[in-house]
């Protein structure tokens, strides 16, 4: 019997089954590739949903974490310690707001900004207490707590995980007068993703997230971005929404944020709505760690130099030209994305996105199917040209294209 089938019985037998992983145990990686326990490699085409933007092992992040390690790695919020301050200074002048708020998982992040957005509504803009309502889209993905999965439209992510939280309200993506029907006098939020993930990579139409700023800001209503996979490069803009040139109320920011080390999550906002909250009110025994810290200043640092999202538009349109080429070719029926980023659409004829990223696999480069027959292509930013035009030549050979 194989190590690789010995490993997935072992793992079936013992965890829960959660997860439908693509049939490979890894054992190493570096850059873009990862080595199974068999000693074959795979191109990363994954990313590890956008945690990995900076690659496997890379260097800057690896010694940081390294140097971090034996100095002091975690002493809860009880106490200050001197990665702190300078982590969130850091961290704020990214986004261009005044403050953060550090938690650890994407969706404790977006709890947090539900949380910071309910009490902002009451204490601030003067919403009767226990009738604050969010607006969100269908098919949005922005984690898997009960609170979270209570305005998902996914059946898999919320069925039989009720009673749900209510003072949410759910409308189309990218559909502006939906959304200003369903703005009220209670909402204190816009909760969105400026492109939907898991949904399929689906960018909104031009001038949707300027149309959301504008009304939010017309009727005193935040808007929440959930960058926590389109964020930090992977456009090949620090945040998707300037894509827009639109600055969201409210940042949640997770993934690449930890730099594929450690989990490291934030909201990110101005004095006027983080500033709601006081001692005792909200926290994490994790949140804004050391090591987190030391890890995230140096993800923050290499933001600041514009490589990584100079290298995200560069190879993104490449990447989105050589994709482009496949579509009414029969295989494909759609592309979509923004930068290196992509969800492609494979014609149902030539097999499950499931499928496709099985044959893929055999052929040395992986993916994540999403929704039926799309597979989404987002490689770390550091991937060479020469890497993304092997990956493509192997997605063009499993699609008989
Ligand atoms: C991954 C993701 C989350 C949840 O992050 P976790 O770290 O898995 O909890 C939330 N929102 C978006 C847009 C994501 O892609």
Redesign the pocket.
Same mark, same amino acid.
């Given at each position: 019997m194989s190590t690789t089938a010995d490993a997935i019985r072992s793992a079936d037998a013992h965890s829960a089954h959660n997860y439908h992983p693509l049939p490979l145990v890894v054992a190493s990686a570096e850059g873009a590739w990862m080595t199974d326990v068999e000693g074959r490699r795979y191109l990363d085409m994954l990313a590890g949903?956008s945690a990995l933007n900076f690659g496997h092992g890379n260097r800057r992040l690896i010694d940081a974490a390294r140097a971090q390690l034996e100095r002091v790695t975690l002493t809860s919020r009880a106490f200050h310690h001197d990665r702190f301050a300078e982590f969130c200074t850091e961290l704020a002048a990214l986004c261009g707001k005044e403050m953060v708020l550090p938690m650890n998982?994407?969706? %404790?992040a977006?709890e947090t900004a539900v949380k910071t957005a309910r009490k902002w509504g009451y204490e601030v803009k003067g919403v009767p207490d226990g009738h604050a309502k969010i607006v969100v889209a269908a098919d949005n993905?922005?984690?898997?707590t009960t609170t979270v999965v209570s305005f998902s439209t996914d059946h898999d992510a919320r069925d039989h995980f009720g009673p749900y939280t209510p003072g949410f309200e759910i409308v189309p993506y990218g559909d502006l007068t939906a959304l200003a029907h369903a703005v009220t006098e209670n909402t204190v939020a816009v909760l969105l %993703?400026p492109i939907q993930? %898991?949904a399929g990579v689906l960018v909104p139409p031009a001038g949707y997230l300027r149309g959301v700023r504008e009304l939010t800001r017309e009727r005193n209503v935040l808007f929440m971005a959930?960058e926590?996979?389109?964020g930090l490069g992977r456009t090949g803009r620090t945040f998707a929404c300037e894509h827009e040139g639109v600055v969201p109320d409210v940042y949640v920011l997770?993934?690449a944020l930890g730099g594929g080390v450690v989990?490291v999550?934030a909201v990110v906002a101005d004095r006027d709505v983080l500033g709601v909250f006081r001692p005792g009110q909200h926290g994490s025994t994790f949140g804004g760690n050391p090591l987190a810290c030391a890890v995230a200043l140096e993800v923050i640092a290499m933001l600041r130099t514009g490589e990584f999202q100079g290298r995200a538009t560069e190879l993104g349109e490449h990447l989105h030209r050589e994709l482009n080429l496949l579509v009414g070719g029969g295989a494909v029926t759609a592309v979509r994305g923004r930068g290196l980023w992509a969800g492609v659409d494979i014609d149902p004829s030539r097999g499950t996105g499931r499928e496709i990223s099985e044959k893929l696999m055999e052929l040395g480069v992986l993916v994540k199917d999403t929704h039926g027959s799309t597979i989404r292509i987002a490689p770390p930013l550091v991937i060479s040209k020469e890497d993304l035009d092997w990956g493509l030549s192997q997605l063009r050979s499993v699609l008989g294209a």
């Open positions: 949903y998982t994407g969706a %404790e977006v993905f922005h984690g898997r %993703e993930g %898991e959930d926590i996979q389109s997770g993934k989990p999550s």
